[in-house]
Antibody, heavy 121, light 108 residues
Framework: DVQLAESGGGLVKPGGSLRLSCAAS????????MSWVRQAPGKGLERVSS????????YYGDSVKGRLTISRDNSKNTLYLLMNSLTTEDTAVYFC??????????????WGQGTMVTVSS | SYVVTQSPSLSVAPGQTATITCGEN??????VHWYQQKPGQAPVLVIY???DRPSGIPERFSGSNSGNTATLTISRVGAGDEADYYC???????????FGGGTKLTVL
């Protein structure tokens, strides 16, 4: 069975940094694009960033460009999101999501349970 | 940038049909995907590429997409279908993923 397990969330002060991880199992990780999708409390879904199966292509939402960096280690079946210069607007549950194809990350067929990031002083 | 519009809420009696729409100019030229999200849970893909169902999703869920409107139809609605439903497209011209604002389905 496909499993995605996020970790690394927590409470961080404005301007701080955090690194999220997503451990994947149950499928051939390198064959699938992966993404981070967030959901602020009581709000809708927002794709934050995506990366192709090989890691060659990366994609970012306008609200996070220059502050967040997505990466993956296909030898460890793990997806990462490095988050810098965090603001209160980044407070959300961050979901790791698997795509059907290597690239583009056009549809998400499986989601992890999410990790909460709270940015507050 | 590309924006897709959903009605915020819909109420349906048990056993009836729920029709949830996602609108944007010429959305029929793009592929639309639909997700169901219950409170406190991760989203679940229920329809992809306009009208395909992932394994495990009941046949009661179907989709269509033409012109300026994509539609998710849930027939014989039950209490277990109460959830938020999001449409999503991939805008290939900008390499962006766009989600609709979500529709809250209430089963009366």
């Amino acid at each position: 069975d496909v499993q995605l397990a996020e970790s690394g969330g927590g409470l961080v002060k404005p301007g701080g940094s955090l690194r999220l991880s997503c451990a994947a199992s149950g499928f051939t990780f390198r064959n699938h694009a992966m993404s981070w999708v967030r959901q602020a409390p009581g709000k809708g879904l927002e794709r934050v960033s995506s990366i192709s199966g090989s890691g060659t292509n990366t994609y970012y939402g306008d609200s996070v460009k220059g502050r967040l960096t997505i990466s993956r280690d296909n030898s460890k079946n793990t997806l990462y999101l490095l988050m810098n210069s965090l603001t209160t607007e980044d407070t959300a549950v961050y979901f790791c999501a698997k795509s059907l194809h290597h690239d583009p990350p056009d549809v998400f067929d499986f989601w992890g349970q999410g990790t909460m990031v709270t940015v507050s002083s | 940038s590309y924006v897709v519009t959903q009605s915020p809420s819909l109420s349906v009696a048990p056993g009836q049909t729920a029709t949830i729409t996602c609108g944007e100019n010429n959305i029929g030229s793009k592929s639309v995907h639909w997700y169901q999200q219950k409170p406190g849970q991760a989203p679940v893909l229920v329809i992809y590429y306009d009208n395909d169902r992932p394994s495990g999703i009941p046949e009661r869920f179907s989709g269509s997409n033409s012109g300026n409107t994509a539609t998710l139809t849930i027939s014989r609605v039950g209490a277990g279908d109460e959830a938020d439903y999001y449409c999503q497209v991939w805008d290939g011209s900008s390499d962006r993923v766009v989600f609709g604002g979500g529709t809250k389905l209430t089963v009366l």
